[in-house]
């Protein structure tokens, strides 16, 4: 393991964002790519042959909720959250992923974990964490906005530099992700466990606060944009929508629900973030818009994993595997363009001499893509052989 050393990996299919170099070599120096070359890199400094493997940059997961059920894998059964922080970091690093944004959601009533007081409590151990943690570690707060109570805790946190992403959400019945009010109570009564009692009174809850809103999102959006943060939006469903979210100036639109707000969002210039999940089974758990029809009809930017950290290298090699898009463009996806949509594409984000060295070595010789070594700015934090 390096974290300061320079080294070399070698015979290496180095992915950068505009092509393929083919049995390629790359030189890190002190945590940054170096130099990027065909063929051999001359040099006495200590070697890693890639095996004719593909050099991928690290990923950069905006969206994942996994943490939430690895804290609660079973309704209110929680395990500590520095334990599932530190494990998870571990289990990143296996899927590719070199910086995490973990996404919390302020949405009480839910689930357990999605409390205001426990996301608040997990974003600040998150921090705390921070200096033991291999992968560039952050924190996504998933603001439900029809949850007033949230907004004291947002402030706090925003405040003291402890949320790096938010976004917007309104699972109100009626629009969005649940259209139907029939598909809202299937899902959060199957997924979550509600009864009938308690799903209406999160529905009258959600109605009553419908008057509120305009001044509570424009609050937060304003608190945000003052402190640097950036902002996203949660289940688009209509071209009016990225317009309101473009006027705001939010720059991410999470799953929208319809070909539609797809399509507004590429024209207005807001990024659309897909799930993986969503690519790699084919279609939407909530029967919304398929990330490959999307993608087929030139409206993607940005690939999440939502709740399955492990998808992302799948995904990316399906979308190229489908003939969808090139390679490259499909690790764009995963790489180059989150780390533009949150300002970190200075630093991360693609395989450029100057940029730290945030790298993946995958497997593609078995049955599926496997990681087989990960770096994050230059030091190996995963590793098959």
Known sequence: MRRNGTYIIEDANIVTPRETEWRASLKVEDGRIAEIKAGEIKSLHHKIDAQGQHLLPGFIDLHS????????????????????????????????????????????GEIGVRSNRMAAEIISEIQRLAPDLHLRTLAHA?????????????????????????SLMDHTPGQGQFRELTSFKNYFGTVYQKGEEELEKIIQQKYSAQ??????????VALCHFLGVPLASHDDDSPDKIEWLKKRSIAISEF?????????AKERQVAVCLGAPNILRGNSQGKNLSGREAIASGYGDILCSDYAPMTLVHSVF?????????????????????????????????????????????????????????????QEVYSLW
């Open 142 to 166: 998933r603001f439900e906005i029809t949850d007033t109570g949230a907004l004291p805790y947002l402030e706090r946190l925003l405040k003291a530099r402890k949320i790096d992403l938010l």
């Open 211 to 220: 008057k509120d809103l305009p001044v509570i999102v424009d609050h937060i």
């Open 318 to 378: 399906a979308l190229y595997q489908l003939n969808l898009m090139p390679l490259q463009a499909a690790v764009n996806m995963v790489s180059l363009n989150p780390a533009k949509a949150v300002g970190l594409d200075e630093k991360t984000g693609s395989i450029e001499p100057g940029k730290e060295a945030d790298l993946i070595l995958v497997d593609l010789s078995k049955e599926v893509p496997s990681v087989v070594k990960t770096w994050v700015k230059g």
């Open 65 to 108: 909720d996994a943490i939430e059920k690895a804290l609660e894998p079973r309704p209110n059964i929680f395990f500590p959250q520095n334990l599932v922080i530190l494990e998870m970091d571990r289990l990143l690093a296996a899927s590719g992923i070199t910086t995490i944004f973990h996404s919390l959601s302020f949405a009480e």
């Open 256 to 264: 929208p629900v319809n070909l539609e707000a797809a399509a507004a």
